[in-house]
């Protein structure tokens, strides 16, 4: 038992006593690479993969482009409205689990909290298959280990996040800002 703790000491660094949490706050640059990588994983992918699928349904479809492009920015000032109003409302801190179980009950709770494990799932497999899929297109003799490769992404991040939000930010910050950087 002793050698499990060790190594889980090791790889996941000293446990965090729930009371020490409040400690936990992140600078600027830190949070925006913790709180941005999901947007910016969307911004990454999102427009190849739109516009492959027009392109599947014919090119006559890409003058689609820009009315989806406005019907997603609708929506990204919706959610960025809906977001002011939680902070507003909840200045301490709510999730969706927490404003759906307090202004709507526990099952919308639950089914909110469902929600949000599915989308951070997803979120999770669409951003490294499309980080594979473009390191495999620039280095092809990947190709043949992109499953592995895959996996092993996602063990990374994992161990990442398991460190906590400090370590994990920190982590983070290296691809959000090359990516920033790249655009």
């Known amino acids: 038992m002793y050698t499990y703790s060790r190594l889980k000491r090791v790889l ?19 949070g925006l690479a913790v709180l941005a990588s999901d947007a910016l994983s969307s911004v990454a992918y999102a427009t190849q993969e739109t516009l492959l699928v027009l392109l ?5 479809s890409l003058s689609l ?7 997603i920015i609708l929506l990204l000032a919706i959610v960025a409205l809906s977001y ?7 200045p301490n801190g709510g999730g969706a689990y927490i404003v759906a ?17 599915i989308d951070y ?4 497999t669409v951003s490294i298959s499309a980080g ?14 992109t499953v592995e490769l895959c996996l092993v992404c ?6 990442a996040n398991l460190r906590g939000l400090r370590e994990s930010g920190k982590i983070f910050m290296v691809p959000t800002y090359a990516f920033i950087q790249k655009c």
């Open 12 to 30: 996941l660094g000293e446990s965090l006593p729930t009371s020490a949490s409040i400690h936990e706050r992140l600078s600027n640059a830190t």
């Open 56 to 60: 599947l349904a014919g090119s006559s």
């Open 65 to 71: 482009s820009l009315p989806i492009s406005g019907i």
């Open 84 to 90: 002011r109003q939680t902070i507003k409302a909840y």
């Open 101 to 117: 179980r307090e202004n709507l009950g526990t099952y919308p709770g639950l089914i909110a909290a469902a929600s949000l494990m």
């Open 121 to 124: 799932i997803l979120t999770v």
């Open 132 to 145: 594979v899929a473009a390191l495999t297109s620039a280095v092809s003799s990947l190709l043949p280990y």
């Open 154 to 159: 996602i063990v990374l991040i994992m161990f």
